[in-house]
């Protein structure tokens, strides 16, 4: 382990500052009143109220507990055997930390962190204490801490411990180890040593979730309701654009009563948004470094400069100014936002600091209007957090609110596919991402197979040859065919045809209005035949008063037949001979003619369901059949052939995939394979598998590999939150080739895409598009892995030593994936991994150059190639300086040594 070079100097400056901190005192508190005679023999009364103070004063060790020490008395008061039970263990010498550590959930308000101090105030020589600060600290001194599982981190935590102490003897246990985490993280002198960078820390401000002493800062009622509101909706504002919620470990809320009195939303380690409160209201926000030049009238003032990416600094401005320029400002730093994120870590080292109360304070107004009442105008209690979970912090995450653009991104083999099926499960059916992982993956992938097939999540890859006219709609060639007697007739048209982002905003419109179709009773379906009627042409608009007129009238209507009445006649000779006597002569078309007359007259029967398309992709009506054929010379229309219907849906465009797996055809009516009708759709929402209403999901692959800009088009403004239909901002346009209505997007339409960050990276997206987008990384877990050993190789270290030697010569996004170790069983996997994964993504990621392979691998991979090199006749004279030495790959195959893959990771 190579620790800090100033280690030594951390040690001495920690000694220094324990020697007069409050925790040298208390290392010995509950020394005496912690044994395993005493606790046996407590009384179930004093054992509730032992346990309950222990949880309010933190053990002695961190802040108290007050909001989780009633919730842990009222568990022990259900069950105190159980309890006591569960606490006796520590004591035991064949003790399971890990097991035990497990079995903490069961108890509501026994969480990782006094659980641990109990721990370690049984006995400090032999357990460490898990909490954010140990982590971080532990972490900053470069010990590996996992944060896969508590148990994980336990193990990770107490080997780094235990590290120290053979180095540092003095330091004696654990207690003292723990300490040093609240030195490092805790203290200015601390964090200088570490060089930890100290943007955004709210020193003096650890307040315990739940405890609100920040309630009594008189600063924060000498702001006015107005600013408040303000603020707080630009705090949502972020929160939703970014697509965070309330347990997002990159994001913290917090306030400051020191010299910079404010209330901040940081990301990560920076301040993006504050409001400051010293002698004037001002506003703090993260903008790009040339921000003074671009705004020269804002009044700026430069608070924090960053070195490295993004190339930005906080600047501090009046209230007034940013008001008025709050689009472009509030634009520009999500846009900084979301690089940041995308390229650093997943969680805060100011966490620590995070109020949860703040989160629902600026992300659910109702909760906002009794929390000011409270605190301006002393009206009213605060407002209580409802949800139990303690892991949440609060009722009112939005958890449940997915960002509507969002881009799963990562280097090859770390499941992004994999996940996102995850994601729109969770999307669809209204859950948190980490409670459908939980479900068992069989169980996950059978429900998005039932959204597949209700058409409620559709996927669509891009690549270099996808375009817009793919995406939205474009103008395509269609082949009709068509029988002339016995002979086939072909014809070519070209349509304009919807691509699938246009198709799935149509199925989401008619989803977020709960569905387009009232629920049909299984004997109707059963009964009903279903057709297909054009009700003249769809891009027609001299035709647009035809639909009008069927839908004001209850009636369906074809141009067929001209005014000739055909209602007396009991078959299609019949219909035939009524034509030929009023003048119509034998034909293609008057055989087409005979034919939907037939249909209209004869076929359609009372009960049977039609289809009114729009082009040959869309439905805008559906109806019933409720009354007989007839026809209606003095109609205001060109058509006269008439029937009634009832409509039960009008004024809609619902896919025609959604109902039927097939594209409509030219013709003005004809049957459907009734076997092949989506019946689903129309039944009721108790009997059908999946109901209409709610969220739809597209996922796009490989979202980076397409020319997004190009694919995207117009959409680039309409996908916002703000302009969908029901935004703050609803923004409509005319497609270019359509030109037939406004198109917007549906508030319910949720677009997820993948992105492999080696393929190329988020920098290389368009700047527009990825503003829109909020970025979640899917990282290469070695912790993953489900067999963590295979023929004595120690697949962990294995993959951890390749991702860290890969990232020294490039950078994280080019990690090797977990998943490519996943399910291997021998050495023969292992080496089919290497040969067909491993090795060819590094020859890909290093150009052919076999040795950086070499660098990362080792030599058991790699070889020199011997030989002279004859150059050209009249060029054989060049020196050392060009020429170089050449390596290739050596053959995996020929591998027999398990020992050759463990010296990747355990050779110098």
């Keep these: 382990m190579q620790l800090p070079a100033n280690i030594s100097e951390i040690i001495q400056g920690f000694e220094t500052w324990y020697a007069g901190d409050p925790h040298r005192e208390r290392e010995t508190a509950y020394a005496s009143a912690l044994s395993q005679d005493r606790i046996a023999n407590l009384s179930d009364a004093e054992l509730v109220q032992f346990f309950f103070q222990f949880a309010s004063d933190g053990g002695k060790v961190q802040s108290g507990g007050h909001r989780t020490a009633p919730r842990l008395q009222q568990t022990i008061e259900q069950d105190p055997q159980a309890f006591r039970k569960h606490v006796l263990q520590p004591f035991e010498a064949a003790f399971d930390v890990a097991g035990w550590l497990a079995d903490i959930d069961q108890f509501k308000g026994w969480g990782k962190g006094i659980a641990t101090i109990y721990l370690n105030r049984v006995n400090p020589k032999r357990f460490v204490v898990v909490n954010n600060k140990s982590v971080d600290a532990y972490e900053a001194l470069g010990y590996p801490i996992r944060r896969s599982s508590l148990a994980t981190t336990y193990a990770d935590l107490q080997t780094a411990q235990a590290d120290l102490l053979s180095r540092f003897p003095a330091l004696d246990n654990y207690y003292r180890t723990d300490a040093l985490s609240h030195f490092l993280i805790g ?13 955004g820390s709210e020193d003096g401000e650890d307040l315990p979730a739940g405890d609100r002493p920040w309630l009594r800062f008189p600063w924060l009622r000498k702001v006015t309701m107005k600013d408040w509101q303000f603020f707080l909706d630009e705090c949502a504002k972020v929160i939703e654009e970014l697509g965070l919620d309330a347990s997002d470990e990159r994001l913290v809320l ?9 209330m901040s939303l940081n990301l990560l380690t920076r301040v993006y948004l504050a409001m400051n409160h010293v002698q004037a209201t001002s506003i703090s926000i993260q903008l790009q470094a040339d921000a003074p030049d671009r705004h020269p009238d804002l009044g700026l003032v430069l608070l924090k400069a960053f070195k490295n990416e993004p190339k930005s600094a906080v600047y501090e401005l009046p209230i007034a100014a940013y008001r008025a320029n709050r689009n472009d400002l509030l634009l520009e730093m999500m846009g900084i936002a979301k690089d940041h994120m995308a390229r650093s870590g997943e969680r805060s080292r100011q966490r620590m600091h995070h109020i949860p109360d703040l989160f629902p304070f600026a992300t659910d107004r109702s909760f906002r209007a009794q929390g000011l009442d409270h605190l301006l105008n002393g009206i009213g209690q605060w407002p209580t957090l409802t949800n139990d979970d303690e892991q949440s912090n609060s ?32 999307i669809v059916d209204g859950e948190d ?46 082949t009709h ?46 009964k009903a035949a279903f057709y297909k009627v054009s009700l003249g042409q769809y891009n027609s608009p001299a035709d647009d008063a035809i639909y009008a007129y069927c839908m ?19 078959e299609e000779a019949s219909i035939r001979q009524t034509l030929e006597a009023a003048g119509m002569k034998d034909s293609e078309g008057f055989r087409y003619t005979v034919t939907v007359l037939r249909t209209m007259h004869l076929d359609m029967k009372e009960g049977d369901i039609v289809l009114v398309s729009a082009g040959n992709s869309l439905v805008r009506a559906i109806g019933r059949v409720s009354g007989d054929y007839f026809m209606d010379e003095s109609a205001p229309i060109r058509f006269k052939q008439f029937r009634k219907v009832d409509w039960l849906v009008k004024d809609v465009e619902i896919p025609v995939e959604d109902l039927y797996p097939k594209s409509f055809v030219m013709g003005t009516l004809y049957s459907l394979d009734p076997r092949l009708v989506k019946k689903d759709y129309f039944r009721t929402a108790v009997s059908s598998p999946v109901p209409r209403d709610g969220r739809y999901v597209l996922i796009i692959d490989e979202i980076n590999r397409g020319n997004v800009a190009s694919i995207f088009g117009e959409l680039i403004t309409l996908i916002e939150d703000d302009k969908r239909d029901g935004g703050k901002e609803p923004a409509k346009v005319k ?42 990384e899917m990282a290469s877990d070695p912790d993953a892995i489900d067999t963590k050993q295979v023929a004595g190789v120690d697949l962990v270290a294995l993959l951890r030593r390749i991702n860290h030697r890969v990232e020294r010569l490039m950078d994280k996004d080019h990690h090797i994936g977990h998943s490519y170790f996943m399910g291997l069983k021998d050495l023969n996997d292992l080496k089919r991994v290497f040969k067909t994964k491993v090795i060819p993504l590094l020859e890909e990621y290093f150009h052919g150059d076999a040795y950086k392979v070499g660098a990362i691998l080792g030599a058991d991979f790699v070889e020199k190639v011997n030989g002279a090199v004859k150059f050209a006749k009249g060029f054989g004279e060049l020196d050392e300086f060009e020429t170089k030495e050449m390596h290739r790959v050596k053959d995996v195959d020929l591998i027999q040594d398990a020992g050759i893959f463990k010296n990747i990771y355990e050779a110098n």
């Design 395 to 426: 009722s009112h995450s939005m958890s449940l609110r997915h960002p509507l653009n969002a881009i799963l991104y990562g280097p090859p083999g770390t499941g992004k596919t994999y996940h996102a099926i995850t994601h729109a499960v969770a």
């Design 433 to 478: 991402v980490a409670a459908v992982k939980r479900r068992p993956r069989e169980q996950v992938r059978q429900r998005y197979q039932q959204l597949l097939e209700a058409r409620r999540v559709r996927t669509v890859t891009f690549h270099q040859s996808f375009s817009y006219e793919d995406f939205v709609e474009g103008i395509k060639p269609e």
């Design 735 to 776: 497609l270019p080739y359509s030109k037939k209505e406004d198109f917007s997007v549906p508030s319910n339409l949720y677009l997820l895409g993948t992105m492999n960050t080696a393929d190329r990276s988020v920098e290389a997206l368009d700047t527009a598009l990825r503003r829109r987008f909020s970025f979640v």
């Design 254 to 262: 917090n306030l400051r009563n020191d010299d910079r009195r404010r």
């Design 552 to 570: 004001e009238h209850g009636v369906i209507a074809v141009g067929y037949g001209g005014a000739v009445d055909v209602s007396k006649a009991k």
């Design 187 to 199: 203290t200015e002198t601390g964090k200088e040593l570490i060089g930890l960078d100290d943007e």
């Design 481 to 526: 065919v068509s029988k002339d007697g016995d002979e086939e007739v072909k014809q070519v048209t070209y349509e304009v045809q919807d691509g699938i982002f246009k198709l799935m905003c149509a199925s989401a419109r008619s989803g977020e209005q709960g569905g387009a179709v009232p629920g049909l009773d299984e004997a109707t379906l059963v």
